[in-house]
């Protein structure tokens, strides 16, 4: 995978979201980073469910890796401390911890798609959904819990109409996979676990699918993911380990908990999409 080295404009978005982040801008393409701390993965987790989705029917935003000059980091730490409510989680980042085994500085990176429509309301949202009955917005039911993605609601998706007319939904948003906002830390206890995801944003979402045709494509997504390649799941950190600081990835353990929840979870996704029509779904 390429490496963006040409920065154009970096800005630190500390509104947007729950959490501050980067918008790398290149060749008039941005990029939203979120900058890791070491209390969480969500950079790891954002790589993993976008190498999962390009192996799938579901949409997301290109990802990119971006090498960076350690004075942009300094700089945008800077403005992050200025925020309050950070000043806990970055008074004493250690840059150094960024650096890969080069000493270079390249971070993960999802295209930051400003011209695409968020549904602002319900009622937004319900009038697009009608017009939808045959799109992938339906992949996410399958996509969300073989993720076991606890953060799925209206703003994080994106909807557009393509040049054939026909409604699109790309997925945005996913360094909440493995069920909290650490990730890795409870991916052992969640990998078998396939009951539905209780937060009312996601049951919001899921409300929308109810026809027989809708609930067809549900099983269809799920297949996709039970048809996953074995080697397509092994592969899936060669491009981070190979450019980015190993953080928990450098642990053969964490690795192999992440296969093996993958693994287990692609292999159960069908049956358990089909016991949780009616329940969770439909």
């Known amino acids: 995978m390429?490496?963006?080295t040409n920065i154009d404009n970096i800005q630190t978005d500390i509104k947007s979201g729950s959490y501050p982040f980067l918008i790398v801008e290149s060749n008039d393409i941005k990029y939203q980073v979120k900058l890791p701390n070491y209390m969480t993965?969500?950079?790891?987790?954002?790589?993993?469910?976008?190498?999962?989705?390009?192996?799938?029917?579901?949409?997301?935003?290109?990802g990119v890796f971006i090498k960076f000059e350690i004075s942009d980091i300094e700089d945008s730490i800077e403005h992050?401390?200025?925020?309050?409510?950070?000043?806990a989680l970055f008074k004493d980042y250690d840059i150094d911890l960024l650096k890969n085994t080069n000493g270079e500085i390249i971070l993960y990176g999802i295209e930051w798609i400003s011209n695409k429509l968020h549904a602002e309301n319900n009622l937004e949202f319900i009038e697009y959904v009608n017009l939808t009955n045959s799109n992938n917005f339906y992949s996410i039911y399958s996509y969300d819990l073989y993720l076991h993605n606890h953060d799925r609601h209206l703003k994080n998706l994106l909807f557009y109409q393509n040049d054939l007319g026909n409604f699109v939904t790309i997925l945005i948003d996913h360094d909440r996979i493995f069920g909290?906002?650490?990730?890795?830390?409870?991916?052992?206890?969640?990998e078998s676990n396939f009951d539905c995801i209780k937060k009312s944003s996601n049951a919001y979402l899921y409300e929308f699918?109810?026809?027989?045709?809708?609930?067809?494509?549900?099983?269809?997504y799920s297949y996709e993911i039970e048809n996953l390649k074995d080697s397509t799941i092994e592969d899936i950190f060669v491009d981070y380990l190979k450019n980015c600081n190993h953080n928990m990835l450098q642990y053969n353990d964490v690795r192999e908990s992440i296969k093996k929840f993958l693994l287990i979870r692609k292999n159960n996704i069908v049956d358990a999409c089909k016991i949780n029509e009616g329940y969770c779904y439909g």
């Open 41 to 62: 993965s969500s950079m790891i987790n954002e790589y993993i469910a976008h190498k999962i989705a390009n192996n799938l029917s579901c949409i997301v935003p290109k």
């Open 180 to 190: 909290t906002n650490e990730g890795i830390e409870r991916i052992t206890e969640l």
């Open 209 to 220: 699918i109810t026809t027989e045709k809708q609930k067809a494509s549900i099983i269809q």
């Open 80 to 87: 992050i401390l200025i925020a309050e409510k950070y000043k």
């Open 2 to 4: 390429d490496i963006i």
